[in-house]
């Protein structure tokens, strides 16, 4: 997989930094997407065949990944292809821009590719109609294999280019696979791109398994699995194949995350009934004990900057979330609301606590400030939960199961989106069943 | 006038009979003492008169004083059987969140745990393990179901 990132050679041709004319406020709910050509790229007539990737289509295919993936954000509306007003090539070298304001596109992005000595040089444009001008231009070459990824780094470029903020399309979600009957699921660790592509099993469904999270490299995930019956926290690096068991607890650990910096797994270890939570470093192997409590203390989450931790606890009697600093001290509840509430995750950019909250039999998935104030239901459901973030903090990806006929018939679990504005909730395309969805970060940064 | 009052009255009469009845129906509809589940349908045998399992109200791990009754017959057979082992699984609704419904089964299974060895069993006899809302009994989305699902069962391992 790392060879894969470094094979990516990225040079910019020409950035416009000129004032935009068009822009796109992804703050509030966009209820007027903004109007997008995405033309096919032009395939380069010097291409020549490579193994099994279809040279001839990759144009097409690139350009309808890119727009699948503006579609899905709810912030744009790419136009229908048929009516495209000029021949991909001649386009990419200088659009008429009124012949595509004619179609009510406001943007367009071009590009042309060629497949060559066992390569894939990939160019794109994006271009403002209203102000007739490029707006930014990217090049870069890696291996043909690698196409779907071109096709998100480019929707990642446009999409800051006309957001200002960071992308999300070249990341992936890992998550948890489920099959058969309710009362005897076979779940296994999955990861996917964040469009549902490329899905892979992780472990084989030999023993059950939950809650998988990426470290900050995504090349490592950390997870509960009840291998011989043991319910433990473990570490699996995705290109070796090789697991961990972490740490030596003489009982149950679980509600695993990794520290900001990579260095640490954050925990729970339930000691004689009673949960606490616990981090250990992956180097020194050293376990340190966060909280002291007869209540149980679970799903923790660090700040992105790793002075604090978020966790929800039952010490008041019922689930509620505090907030502390990293080494334990300082606790405080920071819901104070009607209902109960759990799994409090950092926002990434720092500013928000994605949550999921209980009330009266009404399962919402949330987003508060860091001190509890400021609550916003982004969306009500017979059951969802678990919230994970995009990583541009602007997406959340959680998931939701149906209520079940009195055999267990009618039972699904499903991932699903929502922007944290509360629009553009949208269903997540999986193979199977899914659960306990974690985002990872953007691939190439 | 006073027909309005006696009016009134008879209302009073027939509503506070209506919320009685409501009440009453809430405490003892079919197998339910509040929330916890109190009849026989999931419920194995260790041996002959010996329950494997005791229920929990939401949320809860405290024992009821039917648990308890169950938890002593369980102890007393243990202490008949010496060379016998068991693990207390111990399980929750799935109208929780995942990780906390892991922790709230580890306080279930222990508080069973913790009522055998009062009563005189080792505590290296008994191994506990939670599964959460992972493995329900009863796979409904129903109040019952959920109060046949909060539970510890102990189970025989040699």
Known sequence: ?445 | MILNKNLKNIFLVIFTTLILSACSTAKKSGDLDGDVYTGKETVKYLASGVPDRVFFATNKSSLTTASRATLRKQATYLRKNKKLNVTIEGHADERGTREYNLALGERRANAAKDYLMTYGISGKRITVISYGKEKPVNPASSTLAWSQNRRSVTVKVN
């Open chain 1, 1 to 445: 997989m790392k060879k894969i990132f470094l094979a990516f050679i990225l040079y910019f041709i020409s950035l416009n930094y000129l004032y935009a004319l068009i822009e796109v406020d992804i703050t509030r709910g966009n209820l007027d997407p903004l109007p997008i050509a995405v033309s096919p790229l032009y395939v380069d007539v010097k291409s020549v065949e490579h193994e099994d990737v279809k040279v001839k289509e990759l144009g097409n295919n690139i350009s309808e990944i890119i727009e699948k993936n503006f579609k899905n954000t709810g912030l744009f509306n790419p136009l229908k292809k048929e009516a495209f007003v000029q021949k991909p090539d001649i386009a990419h070298l200088k659009p008429r821009f009124e012949d595509w304001r004619l179609i009510k596109a406001q943007a367009l992005v071009t590009g042309k590719l060629l497949v060559k000595d066992g390569k894939l040089k990939v160019e794109f444009r994006l271009w403002d109609l209203t102000a007739a001008k490029e707006m930014t231009a990217l090049a870069f070459t890696t291996t043909p294999s690698n196409w779907r990824r071109v096709a998100h780094i480019i929707s990642d470029k446009i999409y800051e280019r006309l957001t200002g903020e960071e992308g999300y399309f070249d990341t992936r979600i890992i998550y948890v696979s489920e099959e058969g009957p309710k009362s005897e699921r076979v779940k296994k660790l999955a990861i996917m791109d964040q469009d549902g592509a490329n899905t892979k099993y992780l472990t084989l469904g030999n023993e059950l398994v939950l809650t998988p999270r990426f470290n900050p490299t995504n090349q490592m995930i950390t997870y509960l699995s009840y291998f011989r019956n043991m319910p433990r926290v473990y570490l699996l690096d995705i290109e070796t194949g090789k697991q961990e068991v972490v740490g030596n607890f003489p009982g149950m650990t679980f509600a695993p995350r990794f520290s900001p910096d990579g260095k640490k797994i954050i925990m729970s270890f339930a000691e004689d009934g009673n949960s606490d939570i616990y981090t250990m470093d992956l180097e020194t192997r050293v376990v340190e004990r966060i909280t002291n409590h007869s209540s149980i203390d679970t799903s923790p989450s660090f700040s992105p900057d790793g002075k604090y931790i978020a966790f929800n606890s039952d010490r008041s009697g019922l689930q509620q979330l505090y907030v502390m600093r990293s080494d334990g001290s300082n606790v405080k509840r920071i819901t104070f609301g009607k209902g109960i509430y759990g799994t409090p995750v950092w926002s990434p950019r720092g500013d928000l606590i994605a949550f999921t909250k209980m009330r009266k039999g009404r399962f919402y998935i949330g987003v508060m400030r860091t001190d509890g104030s400021g609550e916003r239901l982004l969306t009500e459901n017979y059951y969802q939960e678990a919230p994970s973030w995009s990583p541009n903090g602007r997406v959340l990806v959680f998931y939701r199961e149906t209520k079940a006929g009195s055999k267990g018939e009618g039972f699904s679990a499903t991932l699903w989106s929502i922007d944290i504005t509360g629009y553009n909730e949208r269903k997540l395309t999986t193979k199977t069943d899914a659960s306990d969805p974690s985002w990872s970060s953007l691939l190439s940064k």
